[in-house]
């Protein structure tokens, strides 16, 4: 799946993905959120849940996927899936039927409530775990 298969999200996310921060609504931090994985996924192969097979670059993205499992259910059981995820496709499908579970007019606009929480610090079912891999620190690829 490519990244221009979200492009249909670009009128919601004009009325309600914030410039900066999360917004002051609920509908904004579900936008903040959901654009935060999926973008983190096509930009840099990060998920939000590294305990299981898929470990992308591991940044730490568990705090958006918390929030959302905690205060939107259209998303639940979704965010969920990712204890069978097995590979990139499957996490791509994970991320496009969220998008389409919370990224409608309809459903943001009875989220169009005082924000809760933070999507920035949301502790819950997800985890994050530093991991380390030797050919990280390849100094050649650096320039050290």
């Known amino acids: 799946m490519d990244w221009e298969v979200f492009d249909k999200y670009d009128d919601v996310n004009a009325k309600y993905l914030p410039v900066y921060g ?7 931090q ?4 959901v654009n935060k994985l999926v973008y983190k996924w096509y930009n840099d192969g990060d998920v939000y849940d590294n305990t299981y097979a898929m470990s992308g670059w591991c940044n730490d ?3 958006y996927a918390n929030w959302l499992f905690k205060y939107v259910g259209e998303a639940r059981d979704i965010l ?3 204890v069978s995820v097995r590979n990139d496709g499957e996490y791509e499908d994970l991320l496009y039927d969220l ?20 999507v920035y610090d ?3 079912y997800f ?7 030797e050919e990280w620190d390849d100094e050649d690829e650096w320039g050290d």
């Open 22 to 28: 999360e917004g002051e609504m609920m509908a904004n």
């Open 30 to 33: 579900i936008a903040t959120a």
């Open 61 to 63: 993205l568990s705090s």
């Open 80 to 82: 969920a899936r990712i």
């Open 99 to 118: 998008t389409e579970a919370t990224l409608k007019m309809d459903v943001l606009e009875k989220y169009e409530t005082d924000k809760v929480g933070s």
């Open 122 to 124: 949301c502790d819950g």
């Open 127 to 133: 985890k994050f775990e530093e991991v380390y891999n």
